[in-house]
T-cell receptor, first 110, second 114 residues
Framework: QKEVEQDPGPLSVPEGAIVSLNCTYS??????FMWYRQYSRKGPELLMY????GNKEDGRFTAQVDKSSKYISLFIRDSQPSDSATYLC??????????FGKGNQVVVIP | NAGVTQTPKFQVLKTGQSMTLQCAQD?????MYWYRQDPGMGLRLIYY???????DKGEVPNGYNVSRLNKREFSLRLESAAPSQTSVYFC?????????????FGNGTRLTVT
């Protein structure tokens, strides 16, 4: 079983909508969770990270961890065309390496 | 603010040729990584170096070798390229390989093996 699973389907939303992205992880011992954003032809960049469980908010972005269901989520409020990118979830897995989900391509339509 | 610099940006190789991908970081980070990114497969770790003088295999090390030349530089070598190694290669670095220490990525090397 992969350490983190992310359904890699693309997502198109109209400008101003809420974007909701989800991942599941395999091991309840994992404690560090991150979301990366990757623009086309660029490297991923860290968007947010959370430790253990609960919510973390940064402007229009909210990251959420539900340890009981081993579920991590990213919400983008009032989405903008500049939010169009691929979003990857990640967790610090075995041997301290960072394991990534496959990514969701998000397109925000003006 | 260079961050993580990868060279070259693009490369085309014939099957059996060798090449070295170069990576350098100027953030005084201890840990460095090589990932490959393929459609539908996400980012997969090839090799990493937790600190200067150490290297370890990741998820997909076969066909690759690495050298941590010094604290700043971490190179990836393909000794005999195969079409299956066509991919986008990303180098990354972090302060440590622990906890919430985030990875900082370069902008990738796009490699095609024909």
């Amino acid at each position: 079983q992969k350490e983190v699973e992310q359904d890699p389907g693309p997502l198109s939303v109209p400008e101003g909508a809420i974007v909701s992205l989800n991942c599941t992880y395999s091991n309840s011992a994992f404690q560090y969770f991150m979301w990366y954003r990757q623009y086309s032809r660029k490297g991923p960049e860290l968007l947010m990270y959370t430790y253990s469980s609960g919510n973390k908010e940064d402007g229009r972005f909210t990251a959420q961890v539900d340890k009981s269901s081993k579920y991590i989520s990213l919400f983008i409020r009032d989405s903008q065309p500049s939010d169009s990118a691929t979003y990857l979830c990640a967790t610090r897995a075995g041997n301290n390496r960072l394991a990534f989900g496959k990514g969701n391509q998000v397109v925000v339509i003006p | 603010n260079a961050g993580v610099t990868q060279t070259p940006k693009f490369q085309v190789l014939k099957t059996g040729q060798s090449m070295t991908l170069q990576c350098a970081q100027d953030m005084n980070h201890n840990s460095m990584y090589w990932y490959r990114q393929d459609p539908g497969m996400g980012l997969r770790l090839i090799y990493y170096s937790a600190s200067e003088g150490t290297t370890d295999k990741g998820e997909v090390p076969n066909g690759y070798n690495v050298s941590r030349l010094n604290k700043r530089e971490f190179s990836l070598r393909l000794e005999s390229a195969a079409p299956s190694q066509t991919s986008v290669y990303f180098c990354a670095s972090s302060v440590t390989d622990r906890g919430n220490s985030p990875l900082h990525f370069g902008n990738g090397t796009r490699l095609t093996v024909t």
